[in-house]
């Protein structure tokens, strides 16, 4: 009988080593101790590991490094506070959603071939929480202009705007600060008067991997999305082509059923559509104004990007709107230079 390697068994699995001892197996009681003296402590005088090195070393002459104490705090404080009794007990509750109220907002990146080149744009996806009805848009940037432009598609879409919140991650086109650990931003001011103008009640997830299961179907969508329509890469002259191909796959998309539900998307979507609210009369301007001087050499300065006017208008001031994927120039009201997506 051949001569087994050592340290494996007669069934070929490895035998599990003990730990290894370490300069701070004597030290563990101590930061046991300190550990649960934090229990009852004020918050902001508890223990740090820095802390608690430093007492190491102080008080009992240990030998350690500041990265073996930083391993052992990480993995034994979250023990000894469920131990404890008091440690946060984090509960997920299956979401319930009523017709018409609820929806969900993200950007995720997608490949595209465009005029030949491979470049990376970025989907806008905003999905009914009831019904799984969700409108996309590809732009070349997440900018605070594709924000806007994708909101007033996909409301115009659906038809109207949900009756309680919209769901956000933090994004730095809504959002110009996150307050402490709790929900309240500040947000920036041109989104301040968007959301107003359509009537939008905004709610903000988490940070981080926290906030990921309160938004979970839009970024399930984009998934999706992404895996039945970008798959192969698509292959577009112009971002123009592709959302034309986009809108025939949310047309598409209306048809399937999610999961074990019994009807389809636009089934659902026909119950809460009618419980939208309405439109605003008025159309809101989603490009952002710039005023430039027209330069000797006939050209403009928007942002970092150089644009060419006639030159007639040198030494001048135009108005510029600029938009998610283009830009226009006015002279007087009267258009005088464009860019198209």
């Known amino acids: 009988m ?8 007669l069934a070929g699995a490895r035998k599990q080593l003990p730990p290894r001892p370490t300069a701070l197996d004597p030290y563990k009681p101590v930061i046991d101790e300190m550990l649960r003296t934090d229990l009852d402590a004020p918050r902001k005088q508890r223990h ?33 506070l469920a131990s404890s009794g008091k440690a946060p007990v984090e509960a997920f509750v299956p979401q319930t959603h009523l017709p018409g109220h609820e929806a969900e907002v993200d950007f995720g ?17 905003l999905r009914m929480s009831y019904s799984g009805k969700a409108v996309h848009r590809v732009f070349a940037s997440c900018g605070q202009e594709a924000f806007f432009e994708g909101h007033v598609h996909a409301l115009r879409t659906l038809g109207g705007v949900p009756r309680s919140k919209i769901r956000y991650d933090n994004l730095k086109s809504a959002v ?24 939008i009640e905004s709610f903000y997830c988490r940070p981080g991997i926290e906030g990921a299961h309160e938004k979970g179907g ?25 959302n034309e191909m986009v809108d025939q796959w949310d047309l598409h998309d209306g048809h399937r059923r999610i999961g074990s539900r019994p009807r389809t998307v636009d089934e ?17 301007e989603t490009g952002r104004l710039f005023t430039p001087r027209v330069d000797r050499y006939s050209q403009i300065a928007v942002r970092t990007n150089r644009y060419s ?19 226009v120039v006015y002279d007087r009201n009267v258009e005088v230079a464009a860019t198209r997506g």
């Open 48 to 80: 740090t590991i820095t802390r608690i090195f430093h007492r190491l070393i102080e008080e009992h002459g240990a030998d350690v490094s500041y990265q073996m104490v930083r391993r052992y705090v990480s993995d034994r404080k979250p023990e000894i």
């Open 109 to 125: 990146d997608v490949t595209v071939r465009l005029a030949g080149e491979l470049v990376t744009c970025y989907l806008f996806s």
């Open 218 to 242: 839009v970024e399930g969508m984009i998934g999706y999305f992404r895996r039945n329509h970008f798959t192969p890469v698509p292959e577009v002259d112009s971002l123009a082509e592709l």
């Open 2 to 9: 051949a001569a087994r390697p050592a340290g494996v068994g």
């Open 268 to 284: 659902y979507f026909a119950v809460e559509q009618p419980l939208l609210m309405p439109l605003p009369r008025e159309p809101f």
């Open 309 to 327: 006017v006639p030159t007639r208008l040198i030494g001048k001031r135009v108005r510029v709107v600029l938009h998610a994927s283009h830009l």
């Open 176 to 199: 110009a600060q996150v307050l402490g650990l709790n929900r309240a931003r500040v947000e920036t001011d041109r989104w301040i008067v968007f959301r107003s103008h359509f009537n």
